[in-house]
């Protein structure tokens, strides 16, 4: 298993500001993996996070409004760029078990964008 | 395009059984997965079914048809903790072999 940190645990931004978001393991993994949660609704993969290369983003996510961070093997960092209030959403970070394909989840970081 | 169905909500009596159904449509399968998400918290892996049949973990079971792209999670004995959003999600054959998921399905136990 894996135990994910992830920081802040909540925000309330203003339009037009920019948030960082960090994600720790506790284990060394190969690929991250960041996903968006609106309110209600099911979990959409923004992009992944591969140490030493550029994340790999998603259709509909671009690197200039989501630049990804990967310095090592245990860490990441999702910035949401330039915020809306559509950007309000729950941003999950998350890595998988190559043994068992098992996703494990951080406890996710809820957005709210005034 | 890819697609997961699931119904958007269920409702049933502590002690009973319930059956979430999942229907997929996919460029490629390299298994499905149920997710368990109670409100505010992060979803947590339930089952994987890579091959067709029935795998059983205690309460919960989950069934897989590759041959009619669907699957199904039969949770028995529901208790009131059961009440929560579950999600299947299918391993898709692209290159990033990443994780689709469906749009949820709402249980919610009854006393």
């Known amino acids: 298993s894996a135990v994910i940190s992830q920081k802040p645990s909540r925000d309330i931004c203003q339009r037009g500001t920019s948030l960082t978001i960090q994600c720790q393991v506790d284990?060394?993994?190969?690929?991250m993996f960041w996903y968006r949660q609106q309110p209600g609704q099911s979990l959409t993969l923004i992009a992944t996070?591969?140490?030493?290369?550029?994340?790999?983003?998603e259709s509909g996510f671009v690197i200039d409004k989501f630049p990804i961070s990967r310095p090592n093997l245990t860490f990441s960092t999702l910035t949401v760029s330039n915020m809306s209030p559509e950007d309000s959403s729950i941003y999950l970070c998350s890595v998988e078990s190559f043994a068992t394909g098992e996703l494990f989840f951080g406890e996710g970081s809820r957005l709210t964008v005034l | 395009g890819q697609s997961l169905e699931q119904p958007s909500e269920v409702t049933a009596v502590e002690g009973a059984i319930v059956q979430i159904n999942c229907t997929y449509q996919t460029s490629g399968f390299y298994g499905l997965s149920w997710y368990q998400q109670h409100d505010g918290g992060a979803p947590t892996f339930l089952s994987y079914n890579a091959l067709d049949g029935l795998e059983e973990t205690g309460r919960f079971s989950s069934f897989l048809s590759r041959s009619d792209s669907y699957g199904y999670l039969l949770l028995q004995e529901l208790q009131m903790k059961d009440s929560a959003s579950y999600f299947c999600?299918?391993?898709?054959?692209?290159?990033?072999?990443?994780?689709?998921f469906g749009s949820g399905t709402r249980l919610l136990v009854r006393p």
């Open positions: 999600a299918v391993r898709t054959g692209d290159s990033s072999y990443k994780l689709i």
């Open positions: 284990s060394q993994v190969t690929m």
């Open positions: 996070a591969n140490q030493g290369s550029e994340a790999t983003y």
